[in-house]
Every structure is written in C-alpha cells, then in structure tokens.
C-alpha cells in the first residue's frame, strides 16, 4: 500500500493538494493502491466535500481523527427531520436563513444554531448549542454525528476543552482533552500526551512493512512521529517549491526551507526525496555533495498529469507518458499487493 501524508485541503487547494491528485491518478493507471491520510482539523466543513471536490474517491481518503471510529469517509446525508427527531420532546420554533437555521427552545436563553452543506438543502455538517447566552457544545454530522465539541465560558468568551469522538453507535470511540495549543488523546486503554504522539500511534497502527510506501506531502508536526513509526517501510519525502534561500546561502553555509531542513537532516532515514524538475533534482544534489558530502536518492516526478499533449508530435507525447510513468514505476517498484 502506498500512504501519502499531508495536513489539510480546502476548497481552494495549493499545489500540494493538486500534485497528490496527479500522483494518485498515475497510481490509479498503474493500479497501485493508495491512501490519501490527512491530519488537521476540518470544523468548517466536512473532510469529503474538500477531497471529492477536487477529485479523490471516499475509498482512497483517511483522515486521523475518524481513522480510530467505525465512520468511513462519506459526504454529509444527515438530515433536518434526523436531527429534530434527536430533541426527543423539547418545544421549540425553527427559522431558517440561507445556510443557517435558528431552533429557539421555550427558555429565551437556550437556542441552537444548525448550519447546512447549502442554501437549499436540508443537510445538516454541524449545530451549535447556547445555554444562558454561553456557547456550551458543537456537535459535527456526516451520515451520523461523528464528534462533538464541549465549551466553557473563560475570560470572557467560548473555551474548547474537550473533543469526543463517536462511533456509528453512538458508542465513544476515544477523546481529545485540549489545553492551549496542546491537546492529550484518551482511549480506553492508554492516553497520548501530544498530537505528535498520537499521529505515531496511527502509524503504528497501520503495520508498515517493507511492501509499503510513505509518501510525506508536508512534515510540519507529523514528519518527526512518522519517520519513527514507519518500520520497514520504505519514506519518501516530496519537495513541493525551494528547497533553499538563495540570500542566506554561501560557499561554508545553506539556508535550507524550513519546510525541508528536518527530512534532509534525517537524510540518512530517508529512501528517497521526490523533486518536481530535473534541474531542481541536479541542484539539490549538487548541493548536498557540496554541504552534506553526500547524495541522497532523488526521484524526478513532475507536478502534473495529462491525458494527452495537445499541439505534440506522437514523439513528444511517448516521451512524456516514458519519463513520468517510469518515475511512477521506480517509486512503486517493490510494493507487494
């Protein structure tokens, strides 16, 4: 199995997004199976709507947070009448504008806000609960309710304290337990004191052998958790823009990205790093023979992927598909089905 590593995706995608969408489609061709695995939070929409948008099938997307429930990735099909029938017998008024529907309950300091996919439908991602004009809960939907988020009044306005996350069952699959920037992962039967813990527990989890691939879209907060869990699983690591400041650069020192500068002092744990031109592949290992003493494998996979090439000679185009599903090839190449 090949797993590809990044942190988020939106509705307008960077060039990260849109080169794993060109690899996943060669890896479709090559019929190599593949997983998307995405590690950041999504309160503002659910996780599918982003990936399907942009062209990723449900069965080829993890996302960290569900990965330890009975959910599968789906789009939201959670309904108005579904969520009403969960009120049991309160009494309440409903008003809907647009995107956003008011249920005003009998006492005037309790209200919901229900937020939908649209303005037309009656597809509910997410509800807001007021208690005494303090928000106090946020529960998020897909074909069911797969998390809640629980507040507190501090300091004047709405503190998140605490995330838990369902099975389809209704059943807790596990919590998060947030503390300013830092968060620990309660499970039945161990607790996780970081996030980072917690990405190296999903990769444990996986049970990487040497018939797998890593493929690490952005290693800002998870490289470190993913390089020690990996087993024998061949990790790659793919530079997506400069890899190096040219201004703090000289003949003794280099400003590497700060993006790149951890895999490529972790160089050594590295199978390979997957550059996008040939002449960034030739700098870069120019550079490190020049600073490091070394060259580490380098891949040349360009950041795209077309059917055809309009305007090309039949030689043109042979040569293209040639150079870019052979690096395909090579970066698949010992992986066990």
Same mark, same amino acid.
Request: aromatic share 16%; hydrophobic share 35%.
């Given at each position: 199995?090949?797993?590809?590593?990044?942190?988020?995706?939106?509705?307008?995608?960077?060039?990260?997004?849109?080169?794993?969408?060109?690899?996943?489609?060669?890896?479709?061709?090559?019929?190599?199976?593949?997983?998307?695995?995405?590690?950041?939070?999504?309160? %503002?929409?659910?996780?599918?709507?982003?990936?399907?948008?942009?062209?990723?099938?449900?069965?080829?997307?993890?996302?960290?947070?569900?990965?330890?429930?009975?959910? +599968?990735? #789906?789009?939201?099909?959670?309904?108005?009448?579904?969520?009403?029938?969960?009120?049991?017998? %309160?009494?309440?008024?409903?008003?809907?504008?647009?995107? /956003?529907?008011?249920?005003?309950?009998?006492?005037?300091?309790?209200?919901?806000?229900?937020?939908?996919? @649209?303005?037309?439908? @009656?597809?509910?991602?997410?509800?807001?609960?007021?208690?005494?004009?303090?928000?106090?809960?946020? $529960?998020?939907?897909?074909? !069911?309710?797969?998390?809640?988020?629980?507040?507190?009044? =501090?300091?004047?306005?709405?503190?998140?304290?605490?995330?838990?996350?369902?099975?389809?069952?209704?059943?807790?699959?596990?919590?998060?337990?947030?503390?300013?920037?830092?968060?620990?992962?309660?499970?039945? $039967?161990?607790?996780?004191?970081?996030?980072?813990?917690?990405? !190296?527990?999903?990769?444990? *989890? =996986?049970?990487? #052998?040497?018939?797998?691939?890593?493929?690490?879209?952005?290693? /800002? !907060? &998870?490289?470190?958790?993913?390089?020690?869990?990996?087993?024998?699983? +061949?990790?790659?690591?793919?530079?997506?823009?400069?890899?190096?400041? =040219?201004?703090?650069? $000289? %003949?003794?020192?280099?400003?590497?990205?700060?993006?790149?500068?951890?895999?490529?002092?972790?160089?050594?744990?590295? #199978?390979?790093?997957?550059?996008?031109?040939?002449?960034?592949? %030739?700098?870069?290992?120019?550079?490190?023979?020049?600073?490091?003493?070394? &060259?580490?494998? &380098?891949?040349?996979?360009?950041?795209?992927? =077309?059917? +055809?090439?309009?305007?090309? !000679?039949?030689?043109?185009?042979?040569?293209? $598909?040639?150079?870019?599903?052979?690096? *395909?090839?090579?970066?698949?190449?010992?992986?066990?089905?």
């Amino acid at each position: 199995m090949i797993y590809n590593f990044n942190l988020g995706i939106g509705w307008a995608s960077s060039g990260v997004e849109y080169a794993q969408l060109y690899r996943a489609r060669m890896f479709r061709v090559l019929k190599e199976p593949a997983k998307f695995v995405f590690t950041d939070m999504f309160p %503002q929409e659910n996780l599918e709507h982003f990936t399907k948008h942009i062209g990723f099938a449900d069965e080829e997307v993890i996302w960290l947070y569900t990965y330890f429930t009975d959910f +599968r990735i #789906s789009p939201v099909t959670y309904t108005l009448s579904q969520f009403e029938a969960s009120l049991a017998d %309160q009494k309440y008024s409903f008003q809907r504008t647009g995107k /956003t529907g008011r249920l005003k309950f009998q006492d005037p300091g309790h209200w919901c806000t229900v937020y939908f996919t @649209d303005e037309k439908q @009656d597809l509910v991602h997410r509800a807001e609960y007021v208690s005494r004009g303090a928000l106090i809960r946020k $529960d998020y939907f897909t074909y !069911g309710r797969i998390y809640s988020e629980y507040y507190a009044p =501090l300091n004047g306005s709405a503190h998140l304290y605490l995330r838990r996350f369902f099975n389809e069952d209704g059943s807790i699959a596990y919590e998060e337990l947030i503390g300013g920037k830092n968060s620990m992962y309660r499970f039945a $039967d161990h607790i996780f004191d970081s996030k980072e813990d917690f990405v !190296g527990y999903f990769v444990k *989890c =996986l049970h990487l #052998s040497r018939h797998d691939l890593v493929i690490v879209d952005r290693t /800002t !907060g &998870i490289g470190q958790a993913i390089f020690e869990n990996a087993g024998d699983a +061949r990790v790659c690591v793919v530079v997506h823009a400069d890899h190096y400041s =040219l201004s703090g650069t $000289d %003949q003794e020192h280099i400003l590497w990205n700060n993006y790149y500068e951890y895999p490529f002092d972790l160089w050594r744990h590295i #199978s390979f790093f997957i550059a996008s031109t040939q002449a960034q592949k %030739q700098k870069m290992a120019e550079q490190f023979e020049h600073y490091i003493g070394t &060259i580490p494998e &380098i891949e040349v996979i360009p950041v795209g992927s =077309l059917d +055809r090439l309009r305007g090309a !000679g039949k030689a043109e185009k042979a040569v293209f $598909d040639r150079d870019c599903f052979a690096a *395909c090839q090579r970066e698949t190449s010992g992986l066990g089905h």
